[in-house]
């Protein structure tokens, strides 16, 4: 187990590294930050000492040594646009962003299951069909398109839904929360619907997939002979049994609904950490970039570790084989 463990966290560093390396070296050349943060009449001499004093100058395995140290201490510098540390601009933004995805992430769960299994219990209904065609526009359409539409008929056409930003919210201590208010509910229709419809079509596909596999197992077919009713055949065996790698799918899909949230976030100007990325992508601020995907990649890997040891915990052959598991 203790080995299973120490390879797994040294897997895990070194994606970690690369995805660090990758970025860093990506955003290194997008552009000169310089030039977003002077005027046109600064001089030759002003911009040099501005390079200099931003460690722009150095080498880049000094530049990424130094963004590696830093970022473990949990230091991603300074904001070439704000000004601030970056920090502290991912903690005021963390709560919008956690916020929409915990949302999407309940409606998808709450839609995406039941449909599930209504369309695997009942495949031939003309509701399931409806279903199934709905899971696939939901598949198909991009995510933009999907948020336009929803602005342009709920915000345009109907006037229900207000068409940006968080509304009205509360703080709780350095948490803002928008769930404790009406304009805050109602400015959260609307993105959480549009960020969690890929994953709601995604579950309820592989509801139905697991839920056909197990109706067709022995057990199954010898509950159905002992006489047991249908409702305790297919909620009481085959759900139990079929929710288990739909659990496992979900919590990987976390990190995903995160890291997608940027498009969402940035049709409805949803003030989140997407919309801090896509901003600072605009202004060359590389250090605001950099923590971005290190964080998500970091949700990503955490998430990821944490599945492969539950999966080392309960299935004993992993165990006896010595720790295959999932890999990274």
Known sequence: MLTFIVRRLIQSVLVMLAVALVGFALFTYVG?????????????????????????????????????????????????????PVEDLLVERAPATLELSF????????????????????????????????????VSLPTFLIGILLILVFSVWLGWLPSFGRGTTVDIGWWSTGFLTRDGLTALIMPAITLGLFQMTLIMRLVRAEMLEVLR???????????????????????????????TITGLQLGSVIAFAIITETVFQWPGMGLLFIQAIEFVDIPVMAAYLVLVAFLFVLINLIVDLLYFAVDPRLRMSGGGGQGL
């Open 103 to 138: 949302a999407a992430g309940v409606f998808a769960l709450l839609v995406g299951v039941p449909m599930g299994i209504y369309t695997a219990l009942n495949r031939r209904s003309w509701l399931s069909k409806v279903f199934l065609t709905v899971s696939l526009i939901g």
């Open 217 to 247: 197992t022995d057990y199954i077919k010898f509950a159905r002979a002992r006489g047991l009713s249908a409702r305790a055949v297919n909620f009481g065996h085959a759900l139990k049994n079929t929710l288990v790698p739909v659990i």
């Open 32 to 84: 000169d930050p310089v030039n977003n943060l002077v005027g046109q009449d600064t001089s030759l001499e002003d911009r040099e000492r501005l390079r200099e004093d931003l460690g722009l100058n150095d080498p880049f395995p000094v530049q990424f040594f130094r963004f590696v140290v830093n970022a473990a201490q949990v230091d991603f510098g300074i904001s070439y646009r704000h000004g601030r």
